[in-house]
Protein backbone atom coordinates (compact mmCIF):
# COMPACT_ATOMS: atom_id res chain seq x y z
CA UNK A 1 0.00 0.00 0.00
CA UNK A 2 1.41 3.61 -1.11
CA UNK A 3 2.19 5.92 1.27
CA UNK A 4 0.05 8.51 1.48
CA UNK A 5 1.47 12.06 1.49
CA UNK A 6 -0.16 15.68 2.10
CA UNK A 7 -0.75 18.22 1.51
CA UNK A 8 -1.35 17.18 -1.93
CA UNK A 9 -0.80 20.64 -3.10
CA UNK A 10 0.87 23.75 -1.84
CA UNK A 11 1.44 27.03 -3.42
CA UNK A 12 4.25 29.07 -1.40
CA UNK A 13 5.90 32.88 -2.03
CA UNK A 14 8.98 32.97 -2.38
CA UNK A 15 10.93 32.71 0.24
CA UNK A 16 8.26 31.14 2.54
CA UNK A 17 8.40 27.80 4.13
CA UNK A 18 6.55 24.74 3.48
CA UNK A 19 6.38 21.17 4.91
CA UNK A 20 5.27 18.00 3.38
CA UNK A 21 4.09 15.20 5.09
CA UNK A 22 4.48 11.12 4.25
CA UNK A 23 2.44 8.33 6.21
CA UNK A 24 2.13 4.96 5.86
CA UNK A 25 0.27 2.34 7.21
CA UNK A 26 2.71 -0.12 7.25
CA UNK A 27 6.23 0.10 9.46
CA UNK A 28 9.10 2.22 7.52
CA UNK A 29 12.71 1.55 7.38
CA UNK A 30 13.98 3.73 5.25
CA UNK A 31 12.23 6.47 3.57
CA UNK A 32 13.00 7.82 0.25
CA UNK A 33 12.68 11.81 -1.23
CA UNK A 34 12.61 12.49 -4.65
CA UNK A 35 11.49 16.12 -6.33
CA UNK A 36 10.07 15.59 -10.44
CA UNK A 37 9.78 18.86 -12.10
CA UNK A 38 6.87 18.59 -15.04
CA UNK A 39 7.92 16.56 -17.94
CA UNK A 40 11.44 15.35 -16.20
CA UNK A 41 12.37 12.48 -14.55
CA UNK A 42 12.30 12.54 -10.89
CA UNK A 43 15.40 13.64 -8.96
CA UNK A 44 16.50 11.90 -5.74
CA UNK A 45 16.92 14.50 -2.91
CA UNK A 46 17.72 12.01 -0.18
CA UNK A 47 17.26 9.02 2.04
CA UNK A 48 16.49 8.45 5.66
CA UNK A 49 17.60 5.06 6.69
CA UNK A 50 17.01 5.31 10.73
CA UNK A 51 13.99 6.02 13.18
CA UNK A 52 14.42 9.74 14.23
CA UNK A 53 17.53 10.67 11.83
CA UNK A 54 17.17 14.29 9.79
CA UNK A 55 19.15 15.24 6.90
CA UNK A 56 19.92 17.98 5.31
CA UNK A 57 20.08 18.99 1.51
CA UNK A 58 20.68 23.05 0.89
CA UNK A 59 17.76 24.07 2.57
CA UNK A 60 15.83 21.10 1.94
CA UNK A 61 15.91 18.71 4.89
CA UNK A 62 14.03 15.59 6.27
CA UNK A 63 13.07 14.37 9.36
CA UNK A 64 12.16 10.29 9.92
CA UNK A 65 9.49 9.17 13.05
CA UNK A 66 9.63 5.21 12.69
CA UNK A 67 7.33 4.61 15.26
CA UNK A 68 4.69 7.06 13.97
CA UNK A 69 5.75 5.29 10.47
CA UNK A 70 6.04 8.66 8.87
CA UNK A 71 8.68 11.17 6.94
CA UNK A 72 8.74 14.93 6.67
CA UNK A 73 10.04 16.97 4.28
CA UNK A 74 10.88 20.80 5.11
CA UNK A 75 11.53 23.61 2.45
CA UNK A 76 13.10 26.61 4.03
CA UNK A 77 12.95 29.95 2.31
CA UNK A 78 11.75 28.36 -0.86
CA UNK A 79 13.11 29.04 -4.28
CA UNK A 80 11.71 29.66 -7.53
CA UNK A 81 13.39 26.11 -8.28
CA UNK A 82 11.62 23.83 -5.81
CA UNK A 83 8.68 24.39 -8.21
CA UNK A 84 7.47 19.92 -8.43
CA UNK A 85 6.34 17.45 -7.53
CA UNK A 86 7.30 15.90 -4.63
CA UNK A 87 7.36 12.78 -3.90
CA UNK A 88 8.36 10.10 -0.79
CA UNK A 89 8.98 6.54 -1.36
CA UNK A 90 9.21 3.49 0.88
CA UNK A 91 11.32 0.62 0.70
CA UNK A 92 10.07 -1.43 -1.92
CA UNK A 93 10.49 1.11 -4.16
CA UNK A 94 6.72 2.53 -3.32
CA UNK A 95 6.06 5.94 -4.00
CA UNK A 96 3.66 8.56 -2.30
CA UNK A 97 0.81 10.08 -3.93
CA UNK A 98 2.58 13.65 -4.13
CA UNK A 99 2.78 16.93 -3.52
CA UNK A 100 2.57 19.07 -5.96
CA UNK A 101 4.23 22.35 -4.82
CA UNK A 102 4.62 25.64 -6.73
CA UNK A 103 6.43 29.04 -5.87
CA UNK A 104 5.16 32.31 -7.02
CA UNK A 105 7.50 35.66 -6.99
CA UNK B 1 28.91 14.31 -15.52
CA UNK B 2 27.71 10.42 -16.32
CA UNK B 3 23.80 9.81 -16.46
CA UNK B 4 21.24 7.06 -17.30
CA UNK B 5 20.22 7.56 -21.22
CA UNK B 6 17.10 6.32 -22.72
CA UNK B 7 15.76 5.72 -25.92
CA UNK B 8 13.66 6.35 -27.75
CA UNK B 9 12.21 9.48 -25.99
CA UNK B 10 8.67 8.77 -27.74
CA UNK B 11 7.14 5.77 -28.74
CA UNK B 12 3.72 5.21 -30.48
CA UNK B 13 2.49 1.90 -31.17
CA UNK B 14 -0.78 -0.18 -31.81
CA UNK B 15 -2.42 -2.40 -29.30
CA UNK B 16 -0.92 -6.02 -29.60
CA UNK B 17 2.67 -4.60 -30.79
CA UNK B 18 5.75 -6.01 -29.22
CA UNK B 19 7.67 -2.71 -27.59
CA UNK B 20 11.26 -2.71 -26.05
CA UNK B 21 12.36 0.36 -24.47
CA UNK B 22 16.13 0.54 -24.05
CA UNK B 23 18.07 1.96 -20.94
CA UNK B 24 21.90 2.71 -20.81
CA UNK B 25 22.97 3.11 -17.37
CA UNK B 26 25.89 4.60 -15.67
CA UNK B 27 29.00 2.81 -16.75
CA UNK B 28 29.98 1.34 -12.98
CA UNK B 29 26.42 0.77 -11.73
CA UNK B 30 25.53 -2.22 -10.81
CA UNK B 31 21.39 -1.88 -9.90
CA UNK B 32 18.70 -0.69 -12.31
CA UNK B 33 15.30 -0.16 -12.23
CA UNK B 34 11.91 0.14 -13.75
CA UNK B 35 9.25 2.56 -13.51
CA UNK B 36 6.27 3.83 -15.10
CA UNK B 37 3.94 6.89 -14.43
CA UNK B 38 0.87 7.28 -16.30
CA UNK B 39 0.01 10.81 -16.77
CA UNK B 40 -0.54 12.88 -14.43
CA UNK B 41 -0.38 9.63 -11.28
CA UNK B 42 2.15 8.53 -9.45
CA UNK B 43 5.68 6.52 -9.67
CA UNK B 44 4.92 3.47 -9.86
CA UNK B 45 8.09 0.72 -9.53
CA UNK B 46 8.07 -2.08 -12.07
CA UNK B 47 11.26 -4.15 -11.63
CA UNK B 48 14.59 -4.35 -10.05
CA UNK B 49 17.76 -6.02 -11.80
CA UNK B 50 21.29 -7.13 -10.15
CA UNK B 51 23.74 -10.12 -11.18
CA UNK B 52 21.95 -10.66 -14.37
CA UNK B 53 19.03 -11.67 -12.70
CA UNK B 54 15.31 -9.98 -11.32
CA UNK B 55 15.78 -8.96 -7.81
CA UNK B 56 12.43 -7.42 -7.34
CA UNK B 57 9.07 -7.08 -9.41
CA UNK B 58 5.83 -5.66 -8.83
CA UNK B 59 2.27 -6.67 -9.10
CA UNK B 60 2.35 -4.77 -12.34
CA UNK B 61 5.36 -6.67 -14.05
CA UNK B 62 3.56 -9.25 -15.09
CA UNK B 63 4.30 -12.11 -18.05
CA UNK B 64 3.66 -9.00 -20.58
CA UNK B 65 6.89 -7.73 -19.23
CA UNK B 66 10.43 -8.91 -19.76
CA UNK B 67 14.12 -7.02 -19.02
CA UNK B 68 17.21 -8.06 -20.20
CA UNK B 69 20.70 -7.00 -20.17
CA UNK B 70 21.96 -7.98 -23.82
CA UNK B 71 25.44 -6.88 -23.33
CA UNK B 72 27.21 -4.75 -21.09
CA UNK B 73 25.70 -1.75 -21.61
CA UNK B 74 22.28 -1.90 -22.21
CA UNK B 75 18.93 -2.85 -19.97
CA UNK B 76 16.14 -3.23 -22.11
CA UNK B 77 12.26 -3.70 -21.13
CA UNK B 78 9.97 -5.17 -23.28
CA UNK B 79 6.42 -5.54 -23.54
CA UNK B 80 5.02 -8.17 -25.34
CA UNK B 81 1.75 -7.66 -26.31
CA UNK B 82 0.61 -4.06 -25.46
CA UNK B 83 -2.51 -2.76 -23.91
CA UNK B 84 -3.72 0.73 -23.91
CA UNK B 85 -3.20 0.98 -20.00
CA UNK B 86 0.31 0.56 -21.19
CA UNK B 87 0.62 3.73 -22.24
CA UNK B 88 2.69 5.89 -19.63
CA UNK B 89 6.22 7.03 -19.29
CA UNK B 90 8.70 4.46 -18.42
CA UNK B 91 12.03 5.45 -16.70
CA UNK B 92 14.89 3.52 -16.27
CA UNK B 93 17.18 4.09 -12.62
CA UNK B 94 20.35 2.85 -11.44
CA UNK B 95 22.46 2.98 -8.55
CA UNK B 96 26.45 2.14 -7.79
CA UNK B 97 27.24 -0.73 -5.14
CA UNK B 98 29.64 2.24 -3.52
CA UNK B 99 26.28 4.45 -2.85
CA UNK B 100 23.16 2.14 -3.43
CA UNK B 101 20.98 4.56 -1.93
CA UNK B 102 21.20 7.10 -4.31
CA UNK B 103 19.00 6.46 -7.43
CA UNK B 104 19.84 8.24 -10.91
CA UNK B 105 16.97 8.57 -13.11
CA UNK B 106 17.11 8.29 -17.18
CA UNK B 107 15.08 10.96 -18.88
CA UNK B 108 12.06 8.71 -19.58
CA UNK B 109 10.70 7.12 -22.72
CA UNK B 110 7.02 8.00 -23.48
CA UNK B 111 4.96 4.94 -24.46
CA UNK B 112 1.59 5.99 -25.98
CA UNK B 113 -0.18 2.70 -27.25
CA UNK B 114 -3.25 3.36 -29.77
Known amino acids: QQPVQSPQAVILREGEDAVINCSSS?????VHWYRQKHGEAPVFLMI?????EQKGHEKISASFNEKKQQSSLYLTASQLSYSGTYFC??????FGTGTRLTIIP | EPEVTQTPSHQVTQMGQEVILRCVPI?????FYWYRQILGQKVEFLVS????????KSEIFDDQFSVERPDGSNFTLKIRSTKLEDSAMYFC????????????FGPGTRLLVL
Open chain 1, 48 to 52: LLKGG
Open chain 1, 26 to 30: KALYS
Open chain 2, 93 to 104: ASTSTGNPETQY
Open chain 2, 49 to 56: FYNNEISE
Open chain 2, 27 to 31: SNHLY
Open chain 1, 89 to 94: ACEKLT
